[in-house]
Nanobody, 124 residues
Framework: QLQLVESGGGLVQAGDSLRLSCAVS????????MGWFRQAPRKERDFVAG???????DYADSVKGRFTISRDNAKNTVYLQMNSLKPEDTAVYYC??????????????????WGQGTQVTVSS
């Protein structure tokens, strides 16, 4: 079992930046794929960004060029750097781990472990 804890959310203004962190514990943080998803009120949980062990990344079109996913293996932590935030980025953000590094990063069902979420609110 892995435990994931997100942090770094908050209330910011449009155009600001935030960096979300996801600390992973419980077992050796191995060759797993990582992802970030978000869920706005009354909407489904949507893919934001994903990263394979190899370093290959994928982003939703809505965040491409603004968000960056990265991973620090020494700290067992995954990050989501969010720049040029927009009000439509407002959501609860979740990090997730998939034991299948070759799975479909954009599909929530591919992920085995999830964090509890952190709220990001962007005011206009």
């Amino acid at each position: 079992q892995l435990q994931l804890v997100e942090s770094g959310g908050g209330l910011v203004q449009a155009g600001d930046s935030l960096r979300l962190s996801c600390a992973v514990s419980g077992r050796t943080f191995g060759r797993y794929a990582m992802g970030w998803f978000r869920q706005a009120p009354r909407k489904e949980r949507d893919f934001v960004a994903g990263r394979r062990w190899s370093g290959a990344t994928d982003y939703a079109d809505s965040v491409k060029g603004r968000f960056t996913i990265s991973r620090d293996n020494a700290k067992n932590t995954v990050y989501l750097q969010m720049n040029s935030l927009k009000p439509e980025d407002t959501a609860v953000y979740y990090c997730a781990v998939s034991r299948d590094d070759m799975g479909f990063l954009r599909q929530a069902a591919e992920y085995d472990f999830w964090g509890q979420g952190t709220q990001v609110t962007v005011s206009s």
